[in-house]
């Protein structure tokens, strides 16, 4: 018995993905629910779990190719199933003997003697005609490891790779074909324009950087894009989380940080201003009555927003474990499309990078997104004097279409006067 491993239903209009790597090789023994391959979407990686225990069998999209929900990508047969083998078998009886046509007759070597038979042809009988692939697979080995199949042979000698340089993800460390598409692939190809300008590089975008590129694209020819600027005293913020760290931590676990409290800033200044939380679907406006708040986190293979769910139901101590799960598992590549989706508005902390001020850009189909930046001290006027005080900057992005001016500098302003006085954030003032 064997089954089908099919591409899953990958979320919301995501319809294709691409074969990042197979897990596991033909030949392999499976568990069942063990994962056998990774498939990259536009927003996530995902890994496809083997639908039974047993061999793999069979391969049918190979790695970087792309595939559609439901594409067939290999079959797993149950124990005691045989793997299919690329290499070709020959029996021991042609091992042995090697059948040569000479005009009527025909010489046979047997093995076992040393001196030739020699018989009448039979008229059914046919000479056994040896295939370029046999006579290959069975040709002296020179310069190239005979433990390797003929397909990776093959690209070693005509690219002249290294095969000592390389660690292979088969058996034993054996180098497979998969491993050799890889590494051409990630080396960048010289550029042919070189002579003339000067050394470049050439490399393929990720699917998810497309995805990025693609809707921060859309966001800008799709929405009437405006920011608005505002400074906010971090002072208060960052005497209250000293006074409270300790407690906070020993308390909770975890350590009091800005997110929290800007988190909630953000739903209070929502909750006043639903437009904000709102979206356009075609000539209609939808107000969300449930504040699910997106958070940028940058990983290495590019930007990924993933939600935190009812926020105006967490604690402090909830949104900032919250907030490091979902963040490690970004950072992991371990998000999945639920922790993408069904998010209402956004914040980006530039800061962390060092980022003074910036416009942030909406993430669609979002009207808002709050951008922090770096803590500086600065000099300030407080009741007549100039006082030092740590201060940030902060922006907000939003789609004029539905929120007009008045409506933004008020949320923004909001936001401000909760986080210089983050009592009023315990009051629901």
């Known amino acids: 018995m064997s089954e ?24 392999d023994t499976v568990e069942a629910d063990e994962p056998i391959v990774e498939l990259e979407t536009d927003k996530v990686n995902l890994e496809v779990p083997s639908p039974i225990s047993g061999v793999l069998t069979e391969i049918n999209s190979q790695d970087g190719s792309v595939v559609e929900v439901g594409a067939l990508l290999g079959s797993v047969s149950a124990e005691g199933g045989t793997a299919v083998k690329s290499t070709p078998k020959i029996s021991e009886e042609i091992k042995k003997e090697e059948i040569v046509p000479v005009e009527s007759n025909v010489i046979k070597l047997d093995a076992n003697k040393k001196e030739p038979k020699v018989f009448e042809e039979k008229p059914k009988e ?16 020179r310069d190239v490891n005979p433990t390797l199949s003929p397909a990776v042979r093959k690209i070693v000698t005509e690219n002249n790779i290294d095969i000592n340089s390389i660690q292979g993800s088969g058996k034993d460390g054996r180098v497979l074909k998969g491993d050799l598409i890889s590494l051409m692939g990630a080396n960048p190809k010289p550029s042919e324009r070189k002579i003339q300008y000067g050394e470049e590089e050439r490399i393929k975008m990720t699917r998810l950087r497309q995805t990025i590129a693609k809707r921060l694209k859309q966001a800008q020819e799709n929405a009437a894009l405006l920011t608005t600027f505002n400074e906010v005293d971090m002072s208060s913020v960052m005497e209250m989380r000293k006074e409270n760290q300790e407690d906070f931590q020993s308390r909770y676990g975890i350590k ?42 940058g990983t290495d293979k590019g930007l990924v927003v993933p939600v935190l769910r009812n926020a105006d139901e967490l604690s402090f101590a909830d949104i900032e474990k919250n907030i490091k799960e979902i963040s490690e598992k970004a950072r992991d590549g371990k998000l999945t499309i639920e922790d993408l989706q069904g998010g209402t508005f956004t914040i980006s902390n530039g800061g962390v990078y060092g980022s003074m001020l910036s416009t942030p850009i909406l993430n669609l189909p979002q009207s808002g997104v709050l951008g922090m930046h770096n803590i500086v001290e600065r000099p300030v006027v407080v009741d007549g004097e100039i006082k030092i005080r740590p201060i940030m900057y902060l922006a907000l992005s939003y789609d004029h279409r539905i929120i007009d001016g008045k409506e933004s500098v008020s949320f923004l302003k909001m936001i401000k006067e909760n986080l210089e006085d983050p009592r009023r954030l315990f009051l629901d003032i």
Not at 4 to 27: C, D, Q, R, Y
Not at 126 to 141: N, S
Not at 260 to 289: Q, T
Request: glycine fraction near 4%; include cysteine.
């Open 4 to 27: 089908k491993i099919v591409v899953p239903v990958l979320g919301e209009s995501i319809t294709e993905a691409t074969v990042a790597k197979w897990l596991k090789n033909a030949g």
């Open 256 to 297: 009091l940080g800005f997110m929290s409290f800007f988190v909630k800033a953000c739903v209070v200044a929502l909750k006043n201003f639903p437009a904000v939380n709102a979206e356009i679907d075609g000539d209609e406006i939808i107000y969300k009555n449930y504040y699910n708040i997106s958070f940028a986190v």
């Open 126 to 141: 046919k000479p056994l005609i040896l295939t370029e692939e046999v006579k290959q697979d069975f040709a002296p080995k």
